[in-house]
């Protein structure tokens, strides 16, 4: 079966620092790969999604970067990071454009 | 612009009554649909999906969902509610051609014993 792993769970960082999430679904080939964030008592908004090695899209412009090195591993980064960067990220992979996606547990980000 | 919206914020039920958690999409085609749930802390788990066919579909956890073209709507059911589905609800719809899901706002449920 396939499972989806993400961390770390909880992060605090400070503003400027950093940043790497990391994502990887076991199981699959070639998975379509998302990275949503969260805002508290917002929906979901969809931040990147990748269909193959190397091929990012952004949705949105941000302080954020995407990438992916490898066919299951999906990167989500900062060089330096904004308060407004907090917020619970999450990714997901689905099989393929028109299928539902499943959802890794999530990492909380504090910027502080 | 596709759309989905949940226009209840927060719901109140009591254990054993039954639940209805409104979601209603706007799509040029018929879309596929989603609804999934959110502990606190946690990531989402599908609970059902609608991509044609039948328009009453079965989910997990007693869940279902029944899919109305004329109303736009996508509603989630369940008979008799459970303190443990104490949860957030996602409602999300996927567009023919397009590769990510638009969600809703998310309604969370609250359950008194």
């Known amino acids: 079966s396939q499972t989806i792993h993400q961390w770390p769970a909880t992060l605090v960082q400070p503003v400027g620092s950093p940043l790497s999430l990391e994502c990887t679904v076991e199981?699959?080939?070639?998975?379509?790969l998302y990275w949503y964030r969260q805002a508290a008592g917002r929906g979901l908004q969809l931040l990147f999604y990748?269909?193959?090695?190397?091929?990012i899209s952004s949705e949105v412009p941000q302080n954020l970067s995407a990438s992916r090195p490898q066919d299951r591993q999906f990167i989500l980064s900062s060089k330096k990071l904004l308060l407004s960067d907090s917020g619970f990220y999450l990714c997901?992979?689905?099989?393929?454009?028109?299928?539902?996606?499943?959802f890794g547990q999530g990492t909380r980000l504090t910027v502080v | 612009a596709q759309s989905v919206t949940q226009p209840d914020i927060h719901i109140t039920v009591s254990e054993g009554a039954s639940l209805e958690l409104r979601c209603n999409y706007s799509y040029g085609a018929t879309p596929y649909l989603f609804w999934y749930v959110q502990s606190p802390g946690q990531g989402l788990q599908l609970l059902l999906k609608?991509?044609?066919?039948?328009?009453l579909v079965q989910g997990i956890k007693g869940f279902e969902a029944e899919f109305k073209r004329s109303q736009s709507s996508f509603n989630l059911r369940k008979p008799s509610v459970h303190w443990s589905d104490a949860a957030e609800y996602f409602c999300a719809g996927l567009s023919g051609g397009y590769n990510k899901l638009i969600f809703g706002a998310g309604t969370r449920l609250a359950v008194h014993p």
């Open positions: 997901a992979w689905s099989r393929d454009v028109n299928t539902e996606a499943f």
């Open positions: 609608y991509f044609s066919g039948d328009t």
């Open positions: 199981g699959t080939s070639n998975p379509n």
């Open positions: 990748s269909v193959g090695i190397g091929q």
